[in-house]
């Protein structure tokens, strides 16, 4: 079990370019999770996938985010015309379906957004 | 929908001593309850955990919580702080039925000084 890992962990982009986000859940985990922090702030939630549907997204979403999980393994956020709001930091997370666990959710250490 | 009120947004305490972080919650179900700790620039760590049964939870770092359903609280506490207990706690519930993700308070910044 190497936990939840995201990739790039640190970004500083200008306003209005598009960055993508990629995340990798623990192996065995067919629920991912998306979240932003800004500063000061606890985690909200964005969106989450069972396997590769996104089943829900939230009105935090706008349609200049969009999430994908093509294989029900990894996933990609994507933030097009990135606006100074933005900056935040991204948080991937992962469960297994169903009671086992409690559906506990697994959090990795964050992809941080700066957009100047 | 559920939320959670943490009522300290910071909590500065002296080394070895006791410390409560308090966490209320709203939900018109039955949820589940955690607390996570966040270092600087660090994500999320799973802290502990109500999901049934004995009302208080403990985690292997000496910080136990109990959950209070008439108080519909989950406060979190420590009988003797360190200094690396220093970081930020995030209560969160979830509930039951739903798609289970998390609605997480605000934090509470917990400073341990010597």
């Known amino acids: 079990d190497t936990g939840v890992s995201q990739d790039p962990r640190h970004k500083i982009t200008k306003r209005g370019q598009n960055v993508t986000f990629r995340c990798d859940p623990i192996?065995?985990?067919?629920?991912l999770y998306w979240y932003r922090q800004t500063l000061g702030q606890g985690p909200e939630f964005l969106t989450y996938?069972?396997?590769?549907?996104?089943?829900?997204k939230s009105r935090l979403l706008s349609d200049r985010f969009s999430a994908e999980r093509p294989k029900g393994s990894f996933s990609t956020l994507e933030i097009q015309r990135t606006e100074q709001g933005d900056s935040a930091m991204y948080l991937c997370?992962?469960?297994?379906?169903?009671?086992?666990?409690?559906?506990?959710?697994?959090f990795g250490e964050g992809s941080w957004l700066t957009v100047v | 929908a559920q939320s959670v009120t943490q009522l300290d947004s910071q909590v500065p305490v002296f080394e070895e001593a006791p410390v409560e972080l308090r966490c209320n919650y709203s939900?018109?179900?039955?949820?589940?309850l955690f607390w996570y700790v966040q270092y600087p620039n660090q994500g999320l760590q799973l802290l502990l955990k109500?999901?049934?049964?004995?009302?208080l939870v403990e985690s292997i770092n000496g910080f136990e919580a109990e959950f209070n359903k008439s108080q519909t609280s989950f406060h979190l506490r420590k009988p003797s702080v360190h200094i690396s207990d220093t970081a930020e706690y995030f209560c969160?519930?979830?509930?039951?039925?739903?798609?289970?993700?998390?609605?997480f308070g605000s934090g509470t910044q917990l400073t341990v000084l010597p």
């Open positions: 969160a519930v979830s509930e039951y039925g739903s798609a289970r993700q998390l609605t």
């Open positions: 996938f069972q396997n590769e549907a996104q089943l829900e």
């Open positions: 939900s018109s179900v039955s949820v589940y």
């Open positions: 192996s065995e985990h067919n629920r």
């Open positions: 109500y999901l049934s049964g004995s009302t």
């Open positions: 997370a992962s469960s297994l379906d169903g009671t086992r666990t409690g559906n506990t959710i697994y």
